[in-house]
């Protein structure tokens, strides 16, 4: 089902080429203000760049392991070194005591240092004659880490930091190459910033469905997560319900290592604190599961206008109608 769809959106590898052509760069700005305005998000060539780039990826970690051998480019090793910064500005910006339990407000002095410090962090990932791109790209790094001023944390920012990856791709700074890497390294090493946040600030989850929501922060996991199980020969679905087998198998698989940050994070029952994935469990095969997944992303996240009012566009995601 992903290899159908794949084509209508950009893989890595010819993101770059295209590029070139035009390197009149903008500052994103919101386009959808309506829930009419709906139509023209699917029909565009950012609908199609985006899910071109998260099946892309879906493809390449099926079956692997996160300690698997892959390469490791210089412009990951930047990446890692800028969220290795967000991180070290956590451990910088302690919490503030302050009546009410969620929503620490230390969390936007975290943010005002990244909101300050964005462009010039994005320059020092991108390739010089790319530098012209800083500006336009660090929109969506500052878009995927929470909002400010409600101190909350969902899908939508977790999307501006895929979407932060894709315009790195476009401008050529990260390549097909780099596929294992932009998941295992970049994308874990976001998840761990993010987690720590969520923690330090207690962000509040943005839009969160409770209960009936896959999980109250992230997504993506759960898709590239679950293809990474794909014909695995032991672990199934009916599996990741059991802590025994979290445990010994988290480091090697992103699912599993977002069951156990919600096992952290929650008590009661698995079934109660999270029925959707609870209902996942019993679906026999992973490649269902992630099938399922991606359906469901499209459905809940990518075509719900509360989270798709918040999405920027510029020139390297465009609203522009997809290219026939």
Same mark, same amino acid.
């Given at each position: 089902m992903a290899e159908t769809e794949q084509q209508s959106g950009s893989a890595p590898e010819d993101e770059a080429a295209e590029d070139t052509a035009c390197d *009149?760069?903008?500052i994103p700005k919101k386009e959808i203000s309506m829930v009419p305005d709906m139509g023209k998000w699917k029909r565009s060539q950012a609908y199609a760049d985006y899910m071109g780039f998260i099946l892309t990826l879906n493809e390449g970690v099926k079956g692997k392991k996160l300690t698997c051998e892959y390469k490791v480019s210089e412009t990951v090793e930047k990446l890692l070194d800028l969220l290795e910064t967000l991180d070290r500005w956590i451990n910088e910006t302690p919490p503030v005591d302050q009546?009410?339990?969620?929503?620490?407000?230390?969390?936007?002095?975290?943010y005002a240092k990244l +909101?300050? #410090?964005?462009?010039?962090?994005?320059?020092a990932v991108l390739p010089a004659e790319?530098?012209?791109?800083?500006?336009?790209?660090?929109?969506?790094?500052?878009?995927?880490?929470?909002?400010? *001023?409600?101190?909350?944390? %969902?899908? %939508?920012? #977790?999307?501006?930091?895929?979407?932060?990856l894709c315009c790195l791709c476009k401008v050529g700074a990260l390549r097909i190459d780099d596929q294992l890497a932009i998941v295992f390294k970049v994308f874990n090493r976001y998840l761990s910033v993010m987690r720590k946040l969520q923690r330090i600030y207690r962000m509040e989850p943005a839009? !969160?469905?409770?209960?009936? %929501?896959?999980?109250?922060?992230?997504?993506?996991?759960?898709?590239?997560?679950? !293809?990474?199980?794909?014909?695995?020969? *032991?672990?199934?679905?009916r599996h990741f319900i059991d802590e025994r087998v979290v445990n010994e198998h988290h480091?090697?698989?992103?699912?599993? +290592? @977002?069951i156990k940050f919600i096992n952290e994070m929650k008590t009661g029952p698995f079934a109660e604190h999270s029925n959707q994935l609870w209902n996942?469990?019993?679906?026999?095969?992973?490649?269902?599961?992630?099938?399922?997944?991606?359906?469901?992303?499209?459905?809940? @996240?990518?075509?719900? &206008?509360?989270?798709?009012?918040?999405?920027? &566009?510029?020139?390297?995601? !465009?609203?522009?109608? *997809?290219k026939p």
């Open positions: *009149t760069y903008m009546p009410s339990r969620f929503g620490n407000k230390a969390y936007r002095s975290w +909101d300050q #410090e964005a462009d010039a962090l994005v320059s790319k530098s012209a791109a800083a500006p336009e790209i660090a929109v969506y790094l500052k878009e995927s880490v929470g909002n400010a *001023t409600r101190i909350d944390y %969902g899908t %939508g920012h #977790e999307a501006a930091f895929a979407a932060f839009g !969160s469905q409770g209960v009936w %929501g896959l999980d109250d922060f992230q997504f993506l996991p759960f898709i590239w997560g679950s !293809s990474q199980f794909v014909d695995h020969p *032991t672990v199934e679905p480091q090697d698989y992103m699912f599993l +290592d @977002c996942i469990s019993a679906v026999p095969s992973w490649s269902k599961v992630n099938q399922g997944l991606i359906r469901m992303y499209k459905a809940e @996240c990518l075509e719900k &206008f509360p989270v798709i009012q918040h999405f920027k &566009f510029g020139s390297l995601l !465009s609203l522009q109608p *997809t």
